[in-house]
Every structure is written in structure tokens, then in C-alpha cells.
């Protein structure tokens, strides 16, 4: 966690930065906005800012929006002025910290942005094969592509990959290729001269060189433009990079970690992946099984998250009952350790009584967990189901294909409360065609569910 802090230092933010520390954050300071936007610019990278609020929020970050520069904003300030946190958050910081700060405030904020506190547990045989074949090839430089369903863990495991290699004491830069728009990506990535592009006033320093003899983690890779693979191979293969406007090449040592969750050799028959890029990424393919898949899994992962949304939440780690943890292995699991960690979050704070009973576990939309297996009782609600599943296929009759696909996309995005790689994932299409798919019906005047939210928007974001 790369932590950087903007304003004068006092007591008070003084303090905040020791208790970031002692949180494992790496802190670096500097006094003003522009000096802020200067050091990432050059490639000093930050995962998080925290800044004055005293200072233009606002500009700082449209300043580093004008350069491509997407880090999160945090605002602090030492006399707790109601006016000025709020004018901080209207203009783009995501959350205000008082000071002095208490050290459980500071330790959320920090692993809510940085999102690193996952250790690699499992249990089950075949997640340890999985973990022994990455603990043989983890100090090796050999480029390594991480496979599985969404949500099965591979950032935890290009983590636990970087962590236990040579380069561990070197920067672990994650880039997710599906969430940053093709224009931006390429500067994302290779960094940018001066006069590029509009709004490139000075040289900015991109991820590839950012990760400098470190580890570069290309999430979601599938959804890479066919004009930036090929660039990405040149990389890969002659260790150099080009910035946007440069004239020159730039050498770069890193290591290169990539994942899917889509068949990559699929998208290479179909013309939307390149094969020679397959093949330099693919040197050892580590794939991720479901978690319907190591069950044995399920009970550990449930109480690593039980212990860690307590004390987030400065509430008492309840033991996990019996039924509940045999409700807990019966689920199938469709969002893997993702779906599990956001029930177990919720458990932690629906809880009552002395243990986490399987009332407190429940599904995104709020329904109960139900175990696998059907009682007598659930005879009529089983043909309730089938009479509904009839009658919504009949409404069907008579309505264009068009129509019908659209319901479908937008009834799957609602039920994943707008996250649109889980959606994409269950409707098995790419998140660059769900992404033209919810532009086009933005353009026809739809409401669409903003992303992990169920907040109608007017575009797909």
C-alpha cells in the first residue's frame, strides 16, 4: 500500500501517518497539489492520497484526470470543519478522516482502497496443488497466466506469487484492462510525452515502467484492443516499451503476471486474441478451480472473513454454528470467494446471539442462504418456481430477439447490482460487448444500473 500525503505536516497528520505505517502503508509526503500530480506524473505511483483539506481538492484531481492519472482521494483535516469535509467529498475525495485520527479509522480507510489484506488460504487438495505449482515457479522471471471464474481469487494469487519471488521487495503494480477505456489505456500502460495528446503538459511515467524491476499484473487481459496486444508483445519479447509521442524506446525489466477469466484459446480462434501473445503470456498457466469446486475450502475462507469484517467493524468475531456451516458448504457459489466474502461481511453485521446462526447469512438481494436438498415443505415452492419460470416464458412469445436479449443483459445486471464483470461472466459475452450493449440502450433513452450499485444511470460507465 503506497500511501501519499498532501499538506503541511503537523502534530495531528503526523500521527495519522505513523499509524499508516504501522499498517505496513509505504508513506511519502509532499506540501502542495501540484507537487502531488508532479510525483505521479513521474511515475512515483500512489494508491491512495490523503490530502489536506485545506487544499483544491478539486483541482488536484482534475488535474490528474487532465493526465491520465486515476488514483483515489482521501481528505483529512485538524479542525473537523463540517462545511469543508463535506465540500472535500462534493468535490471527489471519497472520504474525509478527522484528526487527530483513530487508528481503526485509518486502518479501514486504508484496506478499503488498498484491498491487499488477502492472504492465500485454502484447505481443500486441489487448491493446494494449484499452491504448490505457484510456490515452483514463483522465483522464476517466467511470465505466468492465471485462469478461473470471477471472483476465485487470481489477484490474491498473482500477489502471493510476487510475495514469495526475488522481486518481492520491488513495486506489485495491478492494471485492470477491462476497466479503463481503450484511449487511456495505452498511456495507463506505456506512460506519455509532453504534448501527446491534449492535456499532456509534462512527460508522465506509465505502469510498465512504474513496476521497475517489480511485478506488472495485467488483470482481465481478454479485454485488451488487438492494436495494444501487439504492443504488449513487443514489450514482452524485447523488453522495451514506447510511450505515447516518444521517439525513443524505453528499457524495462518487470515480471509479467496476467489474468482471465474468459478461454483465452477460444479467443484466439475466434480473431480477438493473438496466439503469439498467447504463447509468451501462457509460459505456466495456473488455473483457479471454483469454489463449488474445493469445498473444503468454504469453511476457512468463512472464518478468515468473519475475523476480519469484526474488526473492521469493532464487533466481536462470533463463532460460525453448525447449520450454518453446512448451509455455507451446500450453496454452489456462482461469485466464488467474492460472493462469499460480501455474505460473510454481512453476517458479521446481521448476527444477534452468541453465534453467526444461517439467519444472518444472506444473498445480495436480501434473501436467505438455502442449503442444497429440498424438504417436503419446499415441494409447493419448488412448484410455484416452475409455474413462474412458465409463465415468464410465455411472455417471451411474440417479442423480437432484440428485445428479448436486452431484458436478459439488463435483468442479469440488475441481479449482480451492477457490477458488470459478474454480469458479463453469467451472460458469457466480453465486458467490451456488455459495455456497447448498455451504450446502445443508454442512447435509446434506458435507464442503466450504475456499477456496483442499483442506482439507474444514463450511460454504461
Same mark, same amino acid.
Given at each position: 500500500?503506497?500511501?501519499?500525503?498532501?499538506?503541511?505536516?503537523?502534530?495531528?497528520?503526523?500521527?495519522?501517518?505513523?499509524?499508516?505505517?504501522?499498517?505496513?502503508?509505504?508513506?511519502?509526503?509532499?506540501?502542495?497539489?501540484?507537487?502531488?500530480?508532479?510525483?505521479?506524473?513521474?511515475?512515483?505511483?500512489?494508491?491512495?492520497?490523503?490530502?489536506?483539506?485545506?487544499?483544491?481538492?478539486?483541482?488536484?484531481?482534475?488535474?490528474?484526470?487532465?493526465?491520465?492519472?486515476?488514483?483515489?482521494?482521501?481528505?483529512?483535516?485538524?479542525?473537523?470543519?463540517?462545511?469543508?469535509?463535506?465540500?472535500?467529498?462534493?468535490?471527489?475525495?471519497?472520504?474525509?478522516?478527522?484528526?487527530?485520527?483513530?487508528?481503526?479509522?485509518?486502518?479501514?480507510?486504508?484496506?478499503?482502497?488498498?484491498?491487499?489484506?488477502?492472504?492465500?488460504?485454502?484447505?481443500?487438495?486441489?487448491?493446494?496443488?494449484?499452491?504448490?505449482?505457484?510456490?515452483?515457479?514463483?522465483?522464476?522471471?517466467?511470465?505466468?497466466?492465471?485462469?478461473?471464474?470471477?471472483?476465485?481469487?487470481?489477484?490474491?494469487?498473482?500477489?502471493?506469487?510476487?510475495?514469495?519471488?526475488?522481486?518481492?521487495?520491488?513495486?506489485?503494480?495491478?492494471?485492470?484492462?477491462?476497466?479503463?477505456? /481503450?484511449?487511456?489505456?495505452?498511456?495507463?500502460? %506505456?506512460?506519455?510525452?509532453?504534448? !501527446?495528446?491534449? @492535456?499532456?503538459? &509534462? $512527460?508522465? *511515467?506509465?505502469?510498465?515502467?512504474?513496476?521497475?524491476?517489480?511485478?506488472?499484473?495485467?488483470?482481465?487481459?481478454?479485454?485488451?484492443?488487438?492494436?495494444?496486444?501487439?504492443?504488449?508483445?513487443?514489450?514482452?519479447?524485447?523488453?522495451?516499451?514506447?510511450?505515447?509521442?516518444?521517439?525513443?524506446?524505453?528499457?524495462?525489466?518487470?515480471?509479467?503476471?496476467?489474468?482471465?477469466?474468459?478461454?483465452?484459446?477460444?479467443?484466439?480462434?475466434?480473431?480477438?486474441?493473438?496466439?503469439?501473445?498467447?504463447?509468451?503470456?501462457?509460459?505456466v498457466n495456473l488455473r483457479l478451480?471454483?469454489?463449488?469446486?474445493?469445498?473444503? /475450502?468454504?469453511?476457512?475462507?468463512?472464518?478468515? %472473513?468473519?475475523?476480519?469484517?469484526? !474488526?473492521?467493524? @469493532?464487533?466481536? &468475531? $462470533?463463532? *460460525?454454528?453448525?447449520?450454518?456451516?453446512?448451509a455455507l458448504t451446500a450453496h454452489r457459489w456462482p461469485g466464488n470467494?467474492?460472493?462469499?466474502?460480501?455474505?460473510?461481511?454481512?453476517?458479521?453485521?446481521?448476527?444477534?446471539?452468541?453465534?453467526?446462526?444461517?439467519?444472518?447469512?444472506?444473498?445480495?438481494?436480501?434473501?436467505?442462504?438455502?442449503?442444497?436438498?429440498?424438504?417436503?415443505?419446499?415441494?409447493?415452492?419448488?412448484?410455484?418456481?416452475?409455474?413462474?419460470?412458465?409463465?415468464?416464458?410465455?411472455?417471451?412469445?411474440?417479442?423480437?430477439?432484440?428485445?428479448?436479449?436486452?431484458?436478459?443483459?439488463?435483468?442479469?445486471?440488475?441481479?449482480?447490482?451492477?457490477?458488470?464483470?459478474?454480469?458479463?461472466?453469467?451472460?458469457?459475452?466480453?465486458?467490451?460487448?456488455?459495455?456497447?450493449?448498455?451504450?446502445?440502450?443508454?442512447?435509446?433513452?434506458?435507464?442503466?444500473?450504475?456499477?456496483?450499485?442499483?442506482?439507474?444511470?444514463?450511460?454504461?460507465?
Amino acid at each position: 500500500m503506497r500511501l501519499l500525503v498532501v499538506g503541511k505536516i503537523n502534530g495531528q497528520l503526523a500521527s495519522a501517518v505513523k499509524m499508516a505505517m504501522a499498517h505496513g502503508a509505504k508513506v511519502q509526503h509532499v506540501e502542495r497539489a501540484d507537487q502531488a500530480t508532479e510525483q505521479l506524473r513521474r511515475g512515483q505511483g500512489a494508491d491512495l492520497l490523503m490530502v489536506d483539506y485545506n487544499l483544491d481538492i478539486a483541482a488536484l484531481i482534475a488535474a490528474n484526470e487532465a493526465e491520465r492519472i486515476f488514483v483515489p482521494v482521501v481528505a483529512c483535516g485538524v479542525d473537523n470543519d463540517a462545511d469543508k469535509a463535506a465540500a472535500a467529498i462534493r468535490a471527489g475525495a471519497k472520504e474525509f478522516i478527522p484528526l487527530p485520527p483513530e487508528a481503526d479509522l485509518i486502518a479501514a480507510v486504508l484496506s478499503a482502497v488498498a484491498d491487499d489484506d488477502r492472504p492465500m488460504i485454502s484447505a481443500d487438495p486441489s487448491m493446494k496443488a494449484v499452491t504448490q505449482l505457484a510456490d515452483q515457479v514463483a522465483r522464476s522471471d517466467a511470465s505466468i497466466l492465471i485462469t478461473g471464474e470471477s471472483g476465485v481469487g487470481k489477484e490474491v494469487m498473482a500477489r502471493y506469487l510476487h510475495t514469495h519471488s526475488r522481486r518481492a521487495d520491488r513495486p506489485f503494480i495491478s492494471v485492470n484492462c477491462a476497466a479503463i477505456p /481503450d484511449n487511456l489505456l495505452e498511456s495507463e500502460l %506505456f506512460g506519455h510525452e509532453k504534448g !501527446a495528446f491534449t @492535456g499532456a503538459v &509534462a $512527460r508522465r *511515467i506509465g505502469k510498465f515502467e512504474e513496476a521497475e524491476g517489480g511485478t506488472l499484473l495485467l488483470d482481465e487481459i481478454s479485454e485488451m484492443d488487438a492494436r495494444l496486444q501487439a504492443k504488449l508483445l513487443r514489450a514482452i519479447q524485447e523488453r522495451v516499451i514506447d510511450r505515447v509521442g516518444g521517439s525513443r524506446p524505453v528499457p524495462v525489466n518487470i515480471r509479467i503476471i496476467a489474468t482471465s477469466n474468459r478461454d483465452l484459446a477460444r479467443a484466439v480462434s475466434e480473431g480477438t486474441f493473438r496466439e503469439d501473445l498467447l504463447y509468451r503470456l501462457n509460459v505456466v498457466n495456473l488455473r483457479l478451480p471454483s469454489l463449488r469446486e474445493r469445498p473444503g /475450502d468454504i469453511a476457512v475462507l468463512a472464518d478468515h %472473513f468473519v475475523r476480519k469484517y469484526a !474488526a473492521a467493524n @469493532g464487533v466481536q &468475531a $462470533r463463532p *460460525i454454528s453448525a447449520s450454518a456451516r453446512q448451509a455455507l458448504t451446500a450453496h454452489r457459489w456462482p461469485g466464488n470467494v467474492r460472493e462469499l466474502e460480501n455474505a460473510m461481511h454481512r453476517a458479521v453485521l446481521l448476527a444477534v446471539g452468541p453465534e453467526i446462526d444461517v439467519e444472518a447469512i444472506r444473498l445480495p438481494d436480501g434473501q436467505p442462504l438455502s442449503g442444497s436438498g429440498m424438504s417436503g415443505g419446499d415441494t409447493g415452492l419448488a412448484a410455484r418456481a416452475a409455474q413462474t419460470a412458465d409463465a415468464m416464458s410465455r411472455a417471451f412469445v411474440g417479442q423480437t430477439v432484440a428485445a428479448m436479449e436486452k431484458t436478459l443483459i439488463l435483468d442479469t445486471l440488475n441481479h449482480c447490482l451492477g457490477n458488470r464483470t459478474h454480469a458479463a461472466n453469467i451472460l458469457g459475452i466480453s465486458i467490451r460487448t456488455l459495455r456497447n450493449k448498455l451504450n446502445e440502450y443508454a442512447d435509446e433513452g434506458t435507464a442503466i444500473p450504475a456499477p456496483q450499485s442499483g442506482v439507474a444511470s444514463g450511460h454504461a460507465a
